[in-house]
């Protein structure tokens, strides 16, 4: 594919979080730690849930998908990452690079979607109780997630046909572990213009709009929890909520501290902080839903048990 005047873009190098060989035995035993935590974490999850009725709810539901969505975020980067340090191999085909910034933008637009779709189920379940089952019926979940899988491939694929048509004069070497949006807008020779107002414009409506929405959702949850005349009550309303106010604190805080500025200013520290959103928080996920959740500590309990009656 040409790119620029003479130059012809076979492969992309992605440097990595450090180019010390020294440092490379460290960062895959922690990588390689950080997805099967994250990995069998979310799986379990998703067992868990799928194997007991009692938590066949609607926001049970969602937190499947969500974990379903983790794990293939994690497995579109870093797989990738370890056979590089593994194979003392820094290269990355072009095609194979805009692939993977395509599925990273989709994934995490899905995270924001779903977490999204989660508020409004809390807010449906705590501020009407009485419609919550009519208003979230199954058909009306499933159709939430598979309206958030169409639109969502929307925005990545204009990113990707925008990026197809942009030339790398200068280098090709990617200081991160992955494909990422901004680093690629950065090694551009071309006017990156269009590129950024798509940012700007079609990106903040998909990510700050869900934001907004989730925003308001909880206004209306704690203005309802506050009414409630007991303790007790407000107690177990608000549990309801934690996990998910400290998944979306977790995932909004890294994203918004990378994106919301210009690619211009995208910095190789930066590299570190998407290190966050992308393989952190999809880990860390399974905990924050699990160790303060009743119900599915015991589902889990229950998975675990069923050990007992293997031959192993």
Request: aromatic share 12%; net charge neutral; with cysteine.
């Amino acid at each position: 594919m040409a790119r620029g005047n003479l130059t012809i873009i076979s492969e992309f190098f992605l440097l990595g979080l450090s180019e010390v060989p020294e440092h490379q035995p460290l960062l895959f035993s922690l990588f390689l730690s950080m997805y099967l935590v994250a990995v069998v974490g979310n799986l379990l999850i998703i067992l868990a849930i799928g194997s007991t009725s009692d938590l066949h709810t609607p926001m049970y539901f969602f937190i499947a998908n969500l974990s379903c969505v983790d794990i293939c975020f994690t497995s579109v980067t870093i797989p990738k990452m370890l056979l590089n340090i593994q194979t003392q191999s820094q290269s990355i085909p072009y095609v194979g690079c805009l692939t993977q910034m395509y599925f990273l933008i989709l994934f995490l637009e899905l995270d924001n979607f779903l977490l999204a779709v989660m508020a409004y189920d809390r807010f449906v379940a705590i501020c009407h109780p009485l419609h919550y089952t009519i208003t979230m019926s199954p058909k009306f979940c499933i159709t939430l997630v598979s309206v958030a899988l169409i639109i969502t491939n929307i925005y990545p694929l204009i990113h990707t046909l925008l990026m197809d048509t942009l030339s790398f004069c200068a280098s090709v070497k990617i200081h991160h572990i992955f494909c990422e949006l901004y680093a690629l807008l950065k090694l551009s020779c071309s006017n990156i213009h269009i590129n950024e107002l798509v940012v700007y414009t079609l990106g903040s409506l998909i990510f700050v709009a869900p934001f907004l929405f989730i925003s308001l959702s909880y206004m209306h949850i704690f203005s309802a929890i506050l009414r409630l005349h007991s303790s007790q009550s407000k107690l177990k309303a608000f549990s309801t909520c934690s996990s998910h106010l400290a998944v979306v604190s977790l995932f909004y805080g890294t994203l918004f501290g990378v994106y919301l500025r210009p690619s211009s200013s995208y910095t190789t520290e930066d590299s570190v902080a998407t290190v966050l959103y992308a393989v952190v928080a999809p880990m860390l996920n399974p905990f924050i839903y699990s160790l303060r959740n009743k119900d599915m500590k015991g589902a889990l309990r229950n998975l675990c048990s069923w050990r007992k009656v293997w031959p192993w």
